[in-house]
């Protein structure tokens, strides 16, 4: 069977979107309503952590519904092979980095994330090789 490999990403960076946008608008709620949970000095780790996890997670999405309309335009001319490969990157990125910084502020150890923040740099190195394979394949 023949992956559609166009839509899958448009579907994927539009959830993924709205997930993170959701996150943001949630975090924006805490601000709001002063939740000491997250506004506390002692919960700066906490903060910053889904901060990045927002951030990161919302731009990925934009990089998925690019992906995507890239591979539409046919601006891109990777063998079969190699969009499994980039795409199978770039939505391991996108769990990974967002998920490495938010699980890194459900628990932290003082002024240091949690242990989940040990999947961020695998996350990047996903993401970096994505890049670099639409790169070269454009």
Partial sequence: MQTNYAQRHLRFGWWSLL?????GLTLETLHGLKVRAYLDVSNETRRLMWTLAHAHGTLLGLVHVA???????A????????VRAISSALIAASVLLPGGFFLGGIAFYGGDPGLGVLLVPFGAMSL???????????
């Fill in 19 to 23: 997930l993170f946008a959701t996150l």
């Fill in 67 to 73: 992906f995507g309309l890239t591979l539409k335009s």
């Fill in 75 to 82: 601006a891109l001319v990777p063998s079969a092979l190699n």
């Fill in 128 to 138: 970096i090789a994505a890049v670099f394979m639409i790169a070269r394949a454009t």
